[in-house]
């Protein structure tokens, strides 16, 4: 509360303090007459005790309370009460919200000698953070279905149920100095009220109040009869914006409260806002919040060592729930974000270092040693010259492959980059050790595409020949296992990759199935990674001892990520195109200009290329998108490129069918290929120049940029038309970007920016776990929170030391121990 705010309560009503040893006795005696039930407060009588004896030896003793017998009950009720004559006289400041919320947020003091941090309360289940939150007053069963909606259900919950933001009405103005727009609050009298319906049948209390500078009129729709009467004559403050109406100022549907009670809770402060349900107002989730903090917040333990808080600069983990609540001011909000923030950012952090320091332990992985002879076969076979990127990403795996801990490479690139290969050498070089190699991939057109690409790689004869000069048998034997293959064709994968007769199988997430028993699995590549499940990747791993894991990725991944998500990968990036290809040049176009940009496909037809067309995104069902695809093929074969041959490819389609129109688009019998975004990945047609996204507002930046990458695979200049309606300003923001750039890199940092990384990566495939108050752009705070966990896990892999106790809390309260990035 502000000090202009606090002057103005003190000239304006008498003083509400209450005697703190009155308070306590009353109580206490209460507890006395029910028989020492512990009943007298919700929450439990060692919870009252441990907010109004703060910092007494007595607190101690109460933490047996709830277990004790009543003898031993009775006798610390007593001791309790003689206790309370100490305090007689003293002001309570417990018994109003708003002060536990206020605390002086400044860094602990460094003692002169050691402390030690208070051991953690004793809660039974039902008790303490556990309490049901219909427990707390004013908690009725009709909000329960609202509250259980948010997850809401234990005391614990609702303290861990954070603002998202908060609106300042810290400002006291007089009337005259109002100003139209600004959010303010007002300490005034109420001059007259008068209620009238409007012509929707709404009821609408207005009310004239004023200072003594001036008037101003207050409005309030749906609010009951009895409030107009409740209002007159009193002494309110008003928070709320500012608006000038007929040379009146007027403030709209403002927060209320009455000036003797002081609570403050809604007005003159800054003011949380919380994630709320029809049903629940912020005016109630307020009280029950601040009700919560009153009478719980002894029982919150801090999960940092009080020492890691000294050298870090933080404050204790009860204030910073406290001031994330309801605090005095921007510093305040500020300290207690750069705590809970820290403290999110050192669970991740923690599991990643712990994951780690595992691996590292482990020495069952298989030491897979390049041959030479056969590396060398390898690159002189390959139509293209290996970029600096892909020998330098080939030269760490090679190392990595190696060592007999297990491998965990991340290999990202963009759209392009030749990541393929790199794959390739890897399983290769498994195969040439005696080891076999899963690839998996998340559909079956790009299943396909790294099937008929590494088999391609893998057939040269001088690879063949080196190959069977190493092992005494031809090879490499690389198989395709997918949902169309026939039954014959996968018994005799099964039976090979169990036998150990094949080296290499690629398939989608089938490899993970029971059936798949590999005889010696050296090493597991999953493309597009992300696209998977946290066990379909742990999965997939699991079919051999300790393989040596290759993630692949074409979505750039921003730092932030690279150093939370995926920080216990080592990792690669392709940063180079192939030698020969051109950049691709996007144009964003309008509904308009669909004329224009038909003709520019007819012409490269002509010209003897082939394009794509996406279809606009349908979000209701994949039937209803195919349905859509449908007409849309119809139409544009019809009316927009008649005598060239067209085809369709969307998600319902059989497997064969898919392969053999992506087929006919290969060989070039198809001229234009009208498609869902089953394109996204694994089409690979060097001889396609156009993409054209129809409806290109309604696709998230990734998307857009990996439909790009569609095209500009082959040395001709290729171009990408963004057919787009007027969509939203953050629609506009992604088009504007994929126009502006090819550079997969940034786009992704903006699309990082604008979605958050729970729909960047998705958060059930990632692991990562939902960020309630650390933001991925905090760098500073996430190479911080890396060095912490880095030191402690250095000197306690196993968080056994007495010190580290409380970070076993922190880890499961993010529930990201175990997780597998």
Known sequence: MSSSIRGSIARNRPSTAVDRGARIRQVLEHERRLGYADDSVVGGLAAFVRIWFEGSPIVGQFDEYATAARERRAALVAEALRASEALAGQPSEVTRPGTLGRPTVTPEPRPAHPIRDPPPPVQRAGTGLETPIERLRGVGRTHLPHLEALELRVVGDLLRHYPTRHIDYSRLRKVAELTPGENVTVVASVWDVATTRTRRGLDRIEATIGDETGTLVATWFRRRDYMSQKLRGRQVVLSGRVHARYGLMTIEDPEIEFLEQADLLNTGRLVPIYRATEGLTQRWLRRIVRQALDLFHGYLVDPLHHSLRLRENLIEYRR???????????????????????????????????????????????????????????????????????????????????????MARLLQGDVGSGK????????????????????????????????????????????????????????????????????????????????????????THTLVQEGIAPKS??????????????????????????????????????????????????????????????P?????????????????????????????????????????????????????????????????????????????????????????????????????VPNATVMMIEGAERFGLSQLHQLRGRVGRGDAQSYCILLAGRGSAEAE?????????????????????????????????????????????????????????????????????????????????????????
């Not at 108050?773 to 190479?783: C, E, R």
């Open 521 to 582: 699995l050296g090493i597991a590549v999953i493309d597009e990674q992300h696209r998977f499940g946290v066990e379909q990747r742990a999965a997939l791993a699991a079919k051999g001892g300790s393989p040596h894991v290759l993630a692949m990725t074409a979505t750039p991944i921003p730092r932030t990520l690279a150093m939370t998500v995926y920080g216990e990968f080592d990792l690669s990036v392709l940063d180079e195109m192939p030698v020969g290809r051109l």
């Open 733 to 821: 923001d992604r088009l504007k970007a994929v126009e502006s750039t090819t550079d997969g890199f940034r786009l992704a940092e903006h699309d990082l920016r604008l979605r958050g990384p729970g729909e960047f990566l998705g958060t059930r495939q990632s692991g990562l776990p939902e960020l309630r108050i650390a933001q991925l752009s905090d760098t500073d705070m996430i190479v911080r929170t890396r060095r912490v966990a880095e030191e402690i896990i250095g000197v306690d892999p196993e968080l056994v030391r007495p010190e580290h106790q409380g970070l076993h809390v922190l880890l499961r309260g993010v529930a990201h121990e175990g997780s597998a990035a």
């Open 584 to 684: 691709i040049k996007t144009r964003l176009l309008r509904e308009e200009d669909r004329t224009d940009a038909c003709d520019f496909i007819r012409a490269e037809v002509r010209a003897g290329h082939q394009a794509y067309v996406v279809c606009p995104l349908v979000e209701e069902t994949e039937k209803t998108e195919t349905a859509a695809a449908t007409a849309e093929y119809e139409r544009l074969s019809r009316d927009e490129f008649p005598g060239l041959r067209t085809g369709l490819l969307h998600g319902r389609l059989r497997s064969t069918e898919k392969e053999r129109v992506i087929g006919a688009f290969r060989r070039g019998e198809i001229d234009v290929l009208v498609a869902t975004t089953v394109v996204e990945v694994g089409v690979d």
């Open 420 to 507: 393929t290969v790199v794959a390739a050498s890897a399983l290769l070089a498994a195969a040439v050790n005696g080891w076999q190699g899963l690839l998996m991939a998340p559909t079956e057109i790009l299943a396909e595409q790294h099937g008929r690409s590494v088999i391609a790689l893998l057939a040269s004869e001088p690879l063949r020949v080196a190959f069977e000069s190493c092992r005494g048998r031809p090879g490499p034997i690389a198989r395709l296992l997918i949902g169309g293959t026939r039954k014959r064709a996968r018994e005799e994968a099964y039976q090979g990759l169990a036998d150990g007769s094949i080296d290499i199988l690629i398939g």
């Open 320 to 406: 910073a729930i406290a001031c994330i609540h309801f605090p005095e001011d921007e510093d305040e909000l500020r300290t207690a974000r750069a705590r809970l923030a820290f403290d999110e950012f050192l669970a991740i952090q923690l599991g990643v270092a712990r994951r780690r320091v595992r691996r590292l332990r482990d020495e069952a992985a298989p030491a897979i040693n390049v041959d030479p002879e056969v590396d060398s076969a390898l690159r002189r076979s390959l139509p293209f010259q290996l970029t600096h990127a892909q020998r330098r990403a080939m030269d760490e795996i090679s190392a990595d492959l190696g060592r007999r801990t297990p």
